[in-house]
């Protein structure tokens, strides 16, 4: 089993960027595929971006490609998401997830563990 922890959340103007981390423990990170999710009241968590065990593939939801940029450093057993040019749109609760499955990247249910979450909210 791995345990997930998110940080790096905030409140933010339009514009502005944020880099969240998730540091895992139990397990080694370089176990999983890591994703990146969000979810906004009243929505359905959706995908954001996955990157693999090595870091060689990744892949982002169309909504953030070019903005948002997911990266791993398993040394420290933490994967990051950076997220630029932030828009209202993209305030959320954002959570990181391990997977061992690289099939249905997309799907929340692809993903076993999860962090519990860090608050991302943009200002217009």
């Known amino acids: 089993q791995v345990q997930l922890v998110e940080s790096g959340g905030g409140l933010v103007q339009a514009g502005e960027s944020l880099r969240l981390s998730c540091v895992a423990s139990?397990?080694?990170?370089?176990?999983?595929?890591m994703g990146w999710f969000r979810q906004a009241p009243g929505q359905v968590r959706e995908f954001v971006a996955r990157?693999?065990?090595?870091?060689?593939?990744?892949y982002y939801a169309d909504s953030v490609k070019g903005r948002f940029t997911i990266s791993r450093d398993n040394a420290k057993n933490t994967v990051y998401l950076q997220m630029n040019s932030l828009k209202p749109e993209d305030t959320a609760v954002y959570y990181c997830?391990?997977?061992?499955?690289?099939?249905?990247?997309?799907?929340?249910?692809?993903?076993?563990?999860w962090g519990q979450g860090t608050q991302v909210t943009v200002s217009s």
């Open positions: 997830a391990a997977s061992q499955s690289g099939y249905n990247y997309e799907s929340p249910l692809q993903y076993a563990y």
């Open positions: 139990g397990r080694t990170l370089s176990s999983y595929a």
């Open positions: 990157i693999s065990r090595t870091a060689g593939r990744t």
